[in-house]
């Protein structure tokens, strides 16, 4: 069975610009969440989806924002790009949202760079 | 506000051995604690996991110790294996809501 999938698995961008980051979960699995990891630390929690709703949001600018499809995917987009925002952007999915999804699987990452 | 810290960026353990991670954490709110492992060019795999009523769980040659008082957490490997040498991370969550705290990770090496 495929695990998360994440596209792309690196971008560069420059400030100010826009990204869009992919992701597909476990099939079956109907909770996607996003967190930032920057280089030395661990994941920051950004946003959690479960039946297409934000169910939770982390302390993250209003420059980002994300969504989910009927499909289960989920898109993060970022806004007006800082140096900062250069991180590894990991996706993860459980079956329910929650206090259920604590098993939750990860994808590969996305490696944002800004410059 | 790092609210899951763990304290030892790295560690090294002869193979065979057990090797102990430990994680501590403030809020005392947080209901659920779990352990993830991750290699390189790879997404945290999920580990093992503990809730707060419980003060141990185990699986296999992985044991998860809680410790609510001193708002402690530990990952016992016994025996180590070089397979297990990655970054383990330790987080926590509060039942009510939905994000996940992580700590910012430990770098297991199993020497063989």
């Known amino acids: 069975d495929a695990g998360v999938t994440q596209s792309p698995t690196h971008l560069i961008k420059t400030r100010g610009q826009h990204v869009t980051l992919r992701c597909s979960p476990i099939?079956?699995?109907?909770?996607v969440s996003w967190y930032q990891q920057v280089l030395g630390q661990g994941p920051q929690f950004i946003f959690q989806?479960?039946?297409?709703?934000?169910?939770g949001r982390g302390n993250f600018p209003d420059r980002f924002s994300a969504r989910q499809f009927p499909n289960y995917s989920s898109e993060l987009n970022v806004n007006a790009l800082l140096l900062g925002d250069s991180a590894l952007y990991l996706c993860?999915?459980?079956?329910?949202?929650?206090?259920?999804?604590?098993?939750?699987?990860f994808g590969p990452g996305t490696r944002l760079t800004v410059t | 506000d790092q609210q899951v810290k763990q304290n030892s960026p790295s560690l090294s353990v002869q193979e065979g051995r057990i090797s102990i991670l430990n994680c501590d954490y403030t809020?005392?709110?947080?209901?659920?604690f779990l352990w993830y492992k991750k290699y390189p060019a790879e997404g945290p795999t999920f580990l093992i996991s503990?809730?707060?009523?419980?003060d141990k769980n185990e699986d296999g040659r992985f044991t998860v110790f809680l410790n609510k008082s001193a708002k402690h957490l530990s990952l016992h490997i016994v025996p180590s294996q070089p397979g297990d040498s990655a970054v383990y991370f330790c987080?926590?969550?509060?039942?009510?809501?939905?994000?996940?705290?992580f700590g910012t990770g430990t770098s297991l090496t199993v020497i063989p």
């Open positions: 993860a999915s459980s079956l329910v949202g929650g206090r259920a999804s604590y098993e939750q699987y």
């Open positions: 099939s079956g699995h109907k909770s």
């Open positions: 989806y479960y039946e297409k709703e934000e169910r």
């Open positions: 809020n005392s709110m947080f209901d659920y």
């Open positions: 503990i809730s707060s009523i419980k």
């Open positions: 987080a926590a969550m509060v039942d009510t809501g939905n994000q996940f705290y």
